[in-house]
């Protein structure tokens, strides 16, 4: 396979040459004195940063219903990003031919509730900082995918520190076009399969009652999921979550209840609908008030069912999601 080795800029000018067409945007990082944050650019960058060190939301969040007819964007995001981009194309919630989806190699991320201290923005400083595990998200403490091997091309990092540009499909050639000098081989290592390692999340009934029990049901974990997407969501009415008269009447039907009443329903229900498309960002984590731990049930489910069927949510545009394919049989030997 061939890319290109970036040379120091060479990012941030091939993205201000993309920028030079009216009709082109860039989604990625800018750093100000506040931080690093998400940003769209338009016309030419300004502060532009390739890492993102603090996590807030998953930036395919802001790219629901994005069907812009004649517009492009190139989004410059983290491998979790890009990948429930993916999942969102394939759910018809973004349009193909309006996103070039390019993965940036990730360090790791902190919390944007737990950030306490200035984080380095820089590649080899991150490194050092993560040598702490305690300093990174959970979520990231245990992702599958931290490489830039998704989407339509990625921004990889070899082991002197060199940075490359590589593309997976031919819209990923037009990043490619954008930089200056000849393809040339990719480094062996950036094309060596991972072995994908499998974390034990919790499934004990007694200890997910226990976490579950401070939810207060303010439904920030399903708007902050990137791939929970439905505008006419079940728990918006009064069949599962009934307010008011409605509530009122079934109490009088059923007896006492506890309040706020329905969360398991509402997080297993939440579970069972995002199990094939979560990419285990840990958004959902990040948005709870209640600290619940969200992540280790909600990943710990999606990637036991997903590896029933052989699939990685946000792996290939191509890759169909296996609930909207039927083969016979595809489950016989399956086991949990």
Same mark, same amino acid.
């Given at each position: 396979?061939?890319?290109?080795?970036?040379?120091?800029?060479?990012?941030?000018?091939?993205?201000?040459? *993309?920028?030079?067409?009216?009709?082109?945007?860039?989604?990625?990082?800018?750093?100000?004195?506040?931080?690093?944050?998400? /940003?769209? *650019?338009?016309?030419?960058?300004?502060?532009?940063?390739?890492?993102?060190?603090?996590?807030?939301?998953?930036?395919?969040?802001?790219?629901?219903?994005?069907?812009?007819?004649?517009?492009?964007?190139?989004?410059? @995001?983290?491998?979790?990003?890009?990948?429930?981009?993916?999942?969102?194309?394939?759910?018809?919630?973004?349009?193909?031919?309006?996103?070039?989806?390019?993965?940036?190699?990730?360090?790791?991320?902190?919390?944007?509730?737990?950030? $306490?201290?200035?984080?380095?923005?820089?590649? /080899?400083?991150?490194?050092?900082? *993560?040598?702490?595990?305690?300093?990174?998200?959970?979520?990231?403490?245990?992702?599958?995918?931290?490489?830039?091997?998704?989407?339509?091309?990625?921004?990889?990092?070899?082991?002197?520190?060199?940075?490359?540009?590589? #593309?997976?499909?031919?819209?990923?050639?037009?990043?490619?076009?954008?930089?200056?000098?000849?393809?040339?081989?990719? #480094?062996?290592?950036?094309?060596?399969?991972?072995?994908?390692?499998?974390?034990?999340?919790?499934?004990?009934?007694?200890?997910?009652?226990?976490? *579950?029990?401070?939810?207060?049901?303010?439904?920030?974990?399903?708007?902050?999921?990137?791939?929970?997407?439905?505008?006419?969501?079940?728990?918006?009415?009064?069949?599962?979550?009934?307010?008011?008269?409605?509530?009122?009447?079934?109490?009088?039907?059923?007896?006492?209840?506890?309040?706020?009443?329905? $969360?398991?329903?509402?997080?297993?229900?939440?579970?069972? /609908?995002?199990?094939?498309?979560?990419?285990?960002?840990?958004?959902?984590?990040?948005?709870?008030?209640?600290?619940?731990? @969200?992540?280790?049930?909600?990943?710990?489910?999606?990637?036991?069912?997903?590896?029933?069927?052989?699939?990685?949510?946000?792996?290939?545009?191509?890759?169909?999601?296996?609930?909207?394919?039927?083969?016979?049989?595809?489950?016989?030997?399956?086991?949990?």
């Amino acid at each position: 396979m061939k890319g290109k080795k970036l040379k120091t800029g060479e990012i941030e000018n091939a993205l201000n040459r *993309f920028l030079k067409d009216e009709q082109h945007l860039v989604l990625g990082f800018k750093k100000d004195e506040s931080g690093v944050s998400h /940003h769209i *650019f338009k016309g030419s960058l300004d502060h532009y940063s390739l890492l993102n060190p603090v996590f807030g939301a998953n930036a395919a969040l802001y790219l629901r219903r994005l069907f812009s007819k004649g517009s492009q964007v190139m989004l410059m @995001l983290r491998p979790c990003e890009i990948r429930a981009c993916v999942e969102l194309n394939k759910l018809t919630q973004i349009e193909r031919e309006d996103i070039i989806a390019v993965s940036i190699d990730c360090p790791g991320t902190v919390s944007s509730k737990e950030k $306490k201290e200035e984080v380095p923005a820089e590649l /080899h400083e991150l490194n050092d900082y *993560f040598k702490n595990k305690d300093s990174m998200r959970w979520a990231c403490s245990v992702c599958g995918e931290k490489r830039a091997v998704v989407g339509d091309a990625g921004i990889r990092i070899d082991e002197k520190g060199n940075y490359w540009a590589i #593309p997976y499909t031919e819209k990923g050639e037009v990043l490619l076009s954008l930089i200056d000098g000849e393809p040339e081989e990719v #480094p062996a290592e950036l094309l060596a399969a991972k072995e994908q390692k499998k974390d034990k999340f919790q499934v004990d009934m007694e200890i997910f009652n226990k976490d *579950f029990e401070k939810c207060i049901m303010c439904m920030n974990c399903r708007d902050m999921c990137p791939v929970c997407y439905c505008i006419d969501c079940v728990f918006n009415g009064d069949e599962y979550l009934p307010k008011g008269d409605a509530l009122l009447n079934k109490v009088f039907r059923i007896g006492s209840v506890k309040m706020p009443r329905g $969360k398991d329903l509402f997080h297993f229900i939440r579970m069972y /609908h995002v199990s094939q498309t979560c990419v285990g960002c840990g958004a959902c984590e990040e948005a709870c008030p209640q600290g619940i731990p @969200l992540t280790k049930y909600f990943k710990g489910v999606s990637e036991r069912l997903q590896d029933i069927f052989s699939y990685m949510s946000g792996r290939s545009f191509d890759e169909p999601i296996p609930y909207v394919t039927f083969l016979e049989d595809e489950l016989k030997d399956a086991t949990d």
